[in-house]
C-alpha cells in the first residue's frame, strides 16, 4: 500500500476560502514534501517540512507535520482560481530520496 | 528552483517501436534521477532510480529490459520504452537532485501515447 495518503481526493472551494489537505504516511521519515500538480504537466515543489519540524510557512501556505500520529497537513489561505491543481504529499524514507513515495494526491478545484 | 528538462513533451508512436525519452537538469549536476509514471487521475509510481555512472535500480514489477534507463552523465538521463504496446501510453516524469538537495526537481513531463 502507497506511504502516503491525502485526503480529500477531491475539494471544491470558492475563491476567497481556505483549503486544506491532510496526509498520512506509515513509516518513520526524513522529511515530506509538498507538490503541486496542473493538469497534464510536471510538478513543482511547494515545501519541505523536516521530521524535527512542526510548522512551516510559505507565502499563503502553511504546512504541520505531526510525526506522533504520522500525519501532515497542507493549509491553502485565501485560494485563488489558480491554485486549482493536484497537490501531493511525498515522504522521503531513505538516502538522497531513493525512497520517496507520493500520495495519491488532492485534486483541489477553486471556482471563481 | 532547479530545472529540470524533459524531450519530448509528447511523443506518438506506432506498436512495437521504441521510445526515446531524455531528461536533463540545467543547472546543476543531478548525482541521481529518479524515472515515474502517471496513469491519468492517479499518483507518481516510481519505475526506477539511476545514479550516474552506475545501472538503474528498478521498481519491483518494472520490467528493466522494458524500459531501458542511462544515467550516462551528471546532467542527462535517458528512458527508452522498447517495443512499446497501447498499454505503454502514459505521462512519464523524471526527476533529479544532487546531495546537497532534499528537493527533487522534476521535469514537465513526457506524453506517450502507444497506437
Known amino acids: 500500500s502507497q506511504q502516503g495518503e491525502e485526503d480529500p481526493q477531491a475539494l471544491s472551494i470558492q475563491e476567497g476560502e481556505n483549503a486544506t489537505m491532510n496526509c498520512s504516511y506509515k513509516?518513520?521519515?526524513?522529511?515530506l514534501q509538498w507538490y503541486r500538480q496542473n493538469s497534464g504537466r510536471g510538478l513543482v515543489h511547494l515545501i519541505l517540512?523536516?521530521?524535527?519540524?512542526r510548522e512551516k510557512h510559505s507565502g499563503r501556505l502553511r504546512v504541520t507535520l505531526d510525526t506522533s500520529k504520522k500525519s501532515s497537513s497542507l493549509l491553502i489561505t485565501a485560494s485563488r482560481a489558480a491554485d486549482t491543481a493536484s497537490y501531493f504529499c511525498?515522504?522521503?524514507?531513505?538516502?538522497?530520496?531513493?525512497?520517496?513515495?507520493f500520495g495519491p494526491g488532492t485534486r483541489l478545484s477553486v471556482l471563481p | 528552483g532547479a530545472v529540470v528538462s524533459q524531450h519530448p513533451s509528447w511523443v506518438i508512436c506506432k506498436s512495437g517501436t521504441s521510445v526515446k525519452i531524455e531528461c536533463r537538469s540545467l543547472?546543476?549536476?543531478?548525482?541521481?534521477m529518479f524515472w515515474y509514471r502517471q496513469f491519468p487521475k492517479q499518483s507518481l509510481m516510481l519505475m526506477a532510480t539511476?545514479?550516474?555512472?552506475?545501472?538503474?535500480?528498478?521498481e519491483q514489477g518494472v520490467e528493466k529490459d522494458k524500459f531501458l534507463i542511462n544515467h550516462a552523465s551528471l546532467t542527462l538521463s535517458t528512458l527508452t520504452v522498447t517495443s512499446a504496446h497501447p498499454e505503454d501510453s502514459s505521462f512519464y516524469i523524471c526527476?533529479?537532485?544532487?546531495?546537497?538537495?532534499?528537493?527533487?526537481?522534476f521535469g514537465p513531463g513526457t506524453r506517450l501515447l502507444v497506437l
Open positions: 517540512i523536516r521530521s524535527n519540524e
Open positions: 513509516t518513520s521519515i526524513n522529511n
Open positions: 539511476s545514479n550516474e555512472g552506475s545501472k538503474a535500480t528498478y
Open positions: 543547472d546543476f549536476q543531478a548525482t541521481t
Open positions: 526527476s533529479a537532485r544532487d546531495r546537497l538537495r532534499e528537493t527533487q526537481y
Open positions: 511525498a515522504t522521503d524514507i531513505g538516502n538522497y530520496g531513493q525512497n520517496f513515495v
